[in-house]
Antibody
């Protein structure tokens, strides 16, 4: 069964860059049927899609975060990563990585999720 | 951006009862571009329904999805104790992918 695990610092200072990695196991990140994405959930709020990446490196981002987001994929280690720059307290959230079904040319729904990791932005 | 509005915000029911959750889109998302998830505290969200009405692998048949256009429904025919959780809808008809605000199904 596919497993995804987020890793990275739980505390980031304001104005710095948040960096997270998702390790995929029991499945290949190089599959042509899936995208790999990030979603976040601020405390007490709903889910927000940050962006997703294909194994080739093609990306889709939420326009609300596009200017601050970088995503990358490493097929040799079966990992993909998120960088969010210039963070503020508003970026405090549980960050999830997930696999997205690629129904056509655009990612569709999230069929497998990681457990999530809390990232707090504070000095 | 397509806004998804879920109602009610909280649903208080007893085990064995039927739960009906609504998801309304600000514009049409077609007939197959909607998914439903179950989320319990501290756990990974779980895909329940994709394509508006198709159950994901391993999902019991007490969960069913219906709807098209702007109005969608998730129905849990008979609530089991493990079904009390927050449920989210999500559309993938247009970018960006968006989620509804969630419905909390709590024990009455």
């Amino acid at each position: 069964q596919l497993q995804l695990q987020e890793s990275g610092p739980g505390l980031v200072k304001p104005s710095e860059t948040l960096s997270l990695t998702c390790t995929v196991s029991s499945g290949s990140i190089s599959s042509n049927s899936y995208h790999w994405g990030w979603i976040r959930q601020p405390p007490g709020k709903g889910l927000d899609w940050i962006g997703s990446i294909y194994y080739s490196g093609r990306t889709y981002f939420n326009p609300s975060l596009r200017s601050r987001v970088t995503m990358s994929v490493d097929t040799s280690t079966n990992q993909f990563s998120l960088k969010l720059s210039s963070v503020t307290a508003a970026d405090t959230a549980v960050y999830y990585c997930a696999r997205l079904w690629l129904g056509g040319s655009y990612p569709d729904y999230f069929d497998s999720w990681g457990q999530g990791t809390l990232v707090t932005v504070s000095s | 951006e397509i806004v998804l509005t879920q109602s009610p915000g909280t649903l208080s029911l007893s085990p064995g009862e039927r739960a009906t959750l609504s998801c309304r889109a600000s514009q049409s998302v077609g007939s197959t571009s909607l998914a439903w998830y179950q989320h319990k505290p501290g756990q990974a969200p779980r895909l329940l329904i994709y394509g508006a009405s198709s159950r994901a692998t391993g999902i019991p048949d007490r969960f069913s999805g219906s709807g098209s256009g702007t109005d969608f429904t998730l129905t849990i025919s008979r609530l089991e104790p493990e079904d009390f959780a927050v449920y989210y809808c999500q559309q993938h008809y247009n970018s960006p992918l968006t989620f509804g605000g969630g419905t909390n199904v709590e024990i009455k």
